[in-house]
T-cell receptor
């Protein structure tokens, strides 16, 4: 068990560019979640997957955002035409998701995005 | 609206003291409540998870309690140490929804 990993850890991009982040969950975890955190705030839910199926998307996830989990393992989050308001820490979490305590979510180190 | 609130936003206590962090939530129909620790610029570390059927959970010097009827949870830290300095976040998942709703956190500073 190596924990949840995210890449890159930091990304600086210019407004209008596209960016893609990757999350590798804990192996055998079938749930994968994306959150966004801005300075001084708690994380806000963006979307989550059960295996390869995307089950819920937040209203925060505008049409510039897309997330995939093609084989039910790693996931990618893409932001198109980035805006300065997209600057935040993007956090990924995973859980086993088979009931009760197995819904405990384990977080990765995050990807910090800065849009200039 | 389902919300989570943490007060105070910041707390400073001398090393060695016991302390309590507070979390309140609207809507008592929760599924799980998790406490996390976050160091500056880092991800979240899960500390404790309390299921809706439980009243408390303990891990080392940490004890978390849950009172659904009053919409409150507390995180008790015994014999605080400088290494406990961090932001502590409370998060709730409500029945029928796996997503976590977070409070804004309490930034804890332990003074040596």
């Amino acid at each position: 068990d190596t924990g949840v990993s995210q890449n890159p850890r930091h990304k600086i991009t210019k407004r209008g560019q596209n960016v893609t982040f990757r999350c590798d969950p804990i192996s055998e975890h079938n749930r994968l979640y994306w959150y966004r955190q801005t300075l001084g705030q708690g994380p806000e839910f963006l979307t989550y997957f059960q295996n390869e199926a995307q089950l819920e998307k937040s209203r925060l996830l505008s049409d510039r955002f897309s997330a995939e989990r093609p084989k039910g393992s790693f996931s990618t989050l893409e932001i198109q035409r980035t805006e300065q308001g997209d600057s935040a820490m993007y956090l990924c979490a995973s859980s086993l998701g088979t009931g009760g305590r197995s819904y405990e979510q384990y977080f990765g180190p995050g990807t910090r995005l800065t849009v200039t | 609206k389902q919300e989570v609130t943490q007060i105070p936003a910041a707390l400073s206590v001398p090393e060695g003291e016991n302390l309590v962090l507070n979390c309140s939530f609207t809507d008592s129909a929760i599924y799980n409540l998790q406490w996390f620790r976050q160091d500056p610029g880092k991800g979240l570390t899960s500390l404790l998870l309390i299921q809706s059927s439980q009243r408390e959970q303990t891990s080392g010097r940490l004890n978390a309690s849950l009172d659904k009827s009053s919409g409150r949870s507390t995180l008790y830290i015994a014999a605080s140490q400088p290494g406990d300095s961090a932001t502590y976040l409370c998060a709730v998942s409500w029945l029928g929804n796996e997503k976590l709703t977070f409070g804004t956190g309490t930034r804890l500073t332990i003074i040596p």
